[in-house]
């Protein structure tokens, strides 16, 4: 089993979940589901409840233990805190070196905010991509210096496919 607390309307929310054979138990506070998780592709799942109900998911991985998670036309920043960060939650999680941004699914750029040499901090927005007729805004995971923009505008990428490399 999994746990973790994050932070929802100014309080600490606990959230667990349990893997079972094709489904996960996920309880937050003291509410439980059952749903199946399916992977699309990298950053793009299919959450499945058993009364038929279906949901695109699409995550991008902005630091450790922090997503950005697009669900339903919804939008969060989730920060999963490891029980034992409840003493510290002012630590920082921010991501030290080199590090690629992805697209996490197939589509579009709509447009690009920095340029090769630009200095970015955590979770500074570096472009738009459209998916799935979904605008994604995809963030530096640290501080640091743009070494490479691969894409432009207009330019259509594949999930997986490098666009930014921060250094």
């Not at 950053?43 to 630091?63: E, F, I, K």
């Not at 999680?93 to 905010?113: L, Q």
């Amino acid at each position: 089993m999994m746990r973790w607390w994050v932070l929802r309307g100014g309080r600490q929310v606990e959230v667990t979940a349990r893997r079972l054979e094709n489904a996960w138990e996920v309880a937050i506070d003291s509410s439980s589901r059952r749903v199946e998780l399916l992977s699309m592709h990298p950053g793009l799942s299919a959450l499945c409840y058993p009364d038929g109900r279906n949901y695109a998911v699409a995550s991008q991985r902005l630091a450790r233990n922090r997503w950005r998670v697009s669900l339903a036309q919804r939008h969060f920043e989730v920060h999963l805190h490891d029980p034992l960060e409840r003493a510290v939650t002012g630590a920082s999680s921010a991501h030290a070196g080199p590090h690629e941004v992805r697209a996490p699914i197939p589509g579009r750029v709509v447009s690009v905010a920095i340029a090769e040499g630009d200095e970015v901090q955590a979770g500074q927005p570096l472009l738009v991509l459209e998916a799935m007729k979904m605008e994604n805004q995809l963030c530096a995971e640290g501080s640091g210096k743009v070494e490479r923009v691969l894409v432009a505008p207009g330019a259509t990428v594949e999930g997986g496919q490098v666009l930014v490399v921060v250094q």
